[in-house]
């Protein structure tokens, strides 16, 4: 049984998770960690981000033996999208630290991957390209991802393989999620992983069922933009945002801030636009870029952040 606390900004993120078996042979373990994302539009569609995470974890087994360990990643990213599509370029360095049953043991890997995505918050495919290098070896993987809402539903499922002469495994996984009220979401999956090459741990096969809830204060009442006159009208309600005015920036302006004006309790902005598929941000007085939480469209960018998306008829 494990229990998993998360607490998540538009920058900074950290969790807090616990698991006790229910039976007499798995270990008891806990885990924290955190992070910070950031990211910066170039225009066009191009952006540049970096990723700093950090995990610290311990556990007992059965036997009485301890451990524990640290790891940490440093991931620099450039993404670029147009429309409906993406493609994502990464390196990355992860670390990972372990001492168990008085023997310690350190491991470093470097990575070089490319990551294609097509799609929206309703249906979307990704394939992912990777290779790990670590002490000589080399870990290259391909992986294929795809999932889709209908209603309150949603159903994904992925595939993938390891390719190396040291791993050569297949891993594939599935699940399905049902949203219960405005802040809940039942969920089940079911997950075949190979073993890992930064964490050395073996060949599983798992089966979860879980739920979901989101805590804090409700969030204010989200309006989709809509189309007017040729223009799209983008809103942000006024409690979204702090007391000076955001701006909002995406491919209908090469991704450079249009600032907003008030009108009642919304932030608005008209943006003259052509038909087509839209991806947008709000920006903040500060310059940080965000999605509120329940905003129509939001979406995970692949750079940490998120989102919004439009189709203009």
Do not use: C
Not at 35 to 52: D, F, S, T
Not at 188 to 194: D, I, M, P, Q, T
Not at 278 to 296: C, I, K
């Amino acid at each position: 049984m494990v229990g998993n606390l998360r607490v998540e900004s538009s920058r900074l993120f950290a969790y807090l998770s616990a698991a006790a078996p229910l039976d007499g042979a798995a270990p008891v373990w806990s885990a924290l960690g955190g992070g910070v994302r950031v990211g910066r539009a170039l225009g066009h569609g191009l952006r540049i981000g970096l990723e700093l995470d950090g995990d610290g974890y311990a556990f007992r087994r059965t036997t009485g033996e301890t451990g524990g360990g640290l790891a940490s990643h440093v991931v620099p990213l450039v993404a670029w999208t147009r429309g409906l599509a993406g493609v994502q370029l990464r390196g990355a360095r992860h670390d990972h630290h372990v001492d168990v049953a008085g023997g310690t043991s350190s491991r470093h890997l470097y990575e070089a991957a490319v990551r294609g995505a097509v799609g929206d918050v309703e249906r979307f495919a990704i394939a992912d390209l990777r290779v790990l290098t670590a002490a000589g070896a080399h870990y290259p993987m391909a992986r294929l991802q795809a999932g889709v809402s209908v209603g309150r539903a949603r159903v994904w499922g992925t595939a993938g393989r390891w390719f190396g002469d040291r791993l050569s495994e297949t891993t594939w996984g599935a699940g399905t999620s049902v949203a219960v009220g405005e802040r809940g979401e039942a969920w089940a999956s079911v997950r075949r992983e190979a073993a890992d090459p930064l964490y050395l741990s073996p060949t599983r096969t798992s089966w979860n069922v879980g739920y979901s809830l989101k805590l804090g204060r409700s969030s204010a009442t989200m309006h989709p933009p809509v189309v007017r006159n040729g223009s799209l009208v983008v809103r942000l309600p006024r409690s979204a945002a702090a007391r000076a005015a955001p701006s909002v920036a995406g491919e209908f302006s090469s991704w450079e801030p249009l600032a907003m004006r008030t009108t009642g309790d919304e932030w608005q902005v008209e943006i003259p636009v052509q038909p087509g598929v839209y991806r947008f941000a709000f920006v903040s007085a500060a310059g940080e870029w965000f999605v509120p939480e329940g905003y129509p469209g939001r979406m995970d960018d692949d750079m940490g952040g998120h989102i919004a998306i439009v189709v203009v008829p």
